[in-house]
């Protein structure tokens, strides 16, 4: 679509002007440090104001969740809201970014829908239990192999549809809701949250290569670093932590990739990077802040998973919760654990 098209497009559905318009635009422009084209602005400008530039979405075929595949593009997804994630702030390249997500379900499966930046007014708007329809999103495997859903300018959000009967969606929250428990109780390959203090960190290499245009991790081969869609690349340092969790019933060992690392390391990656290459020990960020990461007290939600090597039960973390205010967790918490027993 022309960019006049768009123009044309917003006019006619909202009460502002072209003069208007294209004052917001070059605001975009501007906000994004000249990264967007005019028409990737008012592509964002006509989501903000919840214009579709869609044309004849209802008539394309949705994707079963169960089906995604990396790479896809173009993709229209429906689903159920069963569970969303606080919006998270971070640094990168010595810019402030913004992360939201949620986790979206068809019947068929369960995905991960990723907002950014501009997208996160739509993601705020959102409720757990909404209908939405995600047309025109991408589909980006993370670090774990998991696929998810990413949101771009180019993508729309449709929220509790007037042509969608929600009776119609077959969808199931068992997969959302973490189950809050005890350490001692924790069993394999279930989804909890638990509470406690950390007792260790392990003093190791603490980063791992990745690609930096796919952000899988890449392997050395005759000493280039080769990524199986990208080939050769010159690869990007992610941060991950392992740590102990003590809650009084039991310890258990955790391990944090991103941003995660981020919130336990107290620092961003760039900045833990920065500390290891000056004193040429990729182990020595840990050693910098060890003393204040002892004790701390953190809510912990993740993956458990049965480590062969040494027959224990770790936490592959999908998200933490620090500087916590204990009345407002653990009613949520109480709230959960009702609301299951109901049901």
Same mark, same amino acid.
């Given at each position: ?20 318009? !294209?004052?917001?635009?070059?605001d ?38 169960? !089906?995604?595949?990396?790479?896809? %593009? ?29 986790s ?17 007014n ?6 757990? !239990? ?12 993370n ?14 959000? %449709? ?58 991790s ?18 990007? %340092? ?20 991103g ?76 709230e ?8």
């Open positions: 679509m022309e960019f006049n098209e768009i123009i044309e497009r917003i006019v006619k559905s909202t009460n502002l002007s072209a003069e208007v318009l !294209n004052s917001k635009i070059n975009k422009i501007a906000e994004l440090d000249n990264l967007v084209s005019k028409e990737g602005a008012a592509h964002i400008i006509a989501n903000e104001l919840g214009v579709n530039l869609i044309d004849s979405d209802a008539s394309q075929d949705f994707v079963n969740i169960k !089906n995604l595949v990396g790479g896809l %593009r173009n993709v229209i997804v429906l689903g159920k809201v069963t569970d969303t994630f606080p919006v998270t702030t971070f640094e990168k390249d010595g810019k402030k970014k913004q992360v939201g997500s949620l979206l379900n068809d019947g068929t499966g369960f995905a991960r829908v990723v907002f950014w930046d501009d997208s996160i739509i993601f705020k708007n959102i409720k757990e !239990n909404d209908i939405i329809k995600v047309i025109n999103a991408y589909v980006k495997e670090k774990f192999g998991k696929l998810e859903l990413h949101v771009s300018y180019r993508t729309k959000v %449709r929220v509790n549809p007037d042509d969608i009967d929600p009776k119609s969606i077959n969808a199931t929250d068992k997969q959302s809701k973490a189950e809050f428990v005890d350490i001692v109780e924790i069993k394999p390959d279930s989804f909890v949250k638990c509470f406690g203090a950390i007792v260790q960190v392990y003093k190791k290499n603490i980063f791992f290569n990745v690609c930096p245009q796919c952000g899988k890449i392997k050395s081969d005759e000493g280039l670093s080769m990524c199986s869609e990208h080939g050769k690349v010159s690869p990007s %340092r992610k941060m991950f932590v392992t740590f102990v969790l003590d809650d009084g019933t039991g310890t258990i060992r955790c391990t944090s990739f941003r995660d690392a981020e919130v336990i390391m107290g620092m961003p990656t760039i900045e833990a990077i920065k500390l290891a290459d000056s004193h040429e020990d990729s182990t020595f960020p840990v050693d910098s802040i060890k003393s204040k990461i002892l004790g701390k007290e953190v809510f912990i939600y993740g993956r458990t998973s049965l480590n062969t090597f040494t027959n224990s039960i770790e936490i592959i973390t999908s998200r933490i919760v620090e500087n916590i205010d204990y009345n407002v967790e653990l009613k949520r918490i109480a959960e654990v009702e609301f299951g027993d109901k049901n």
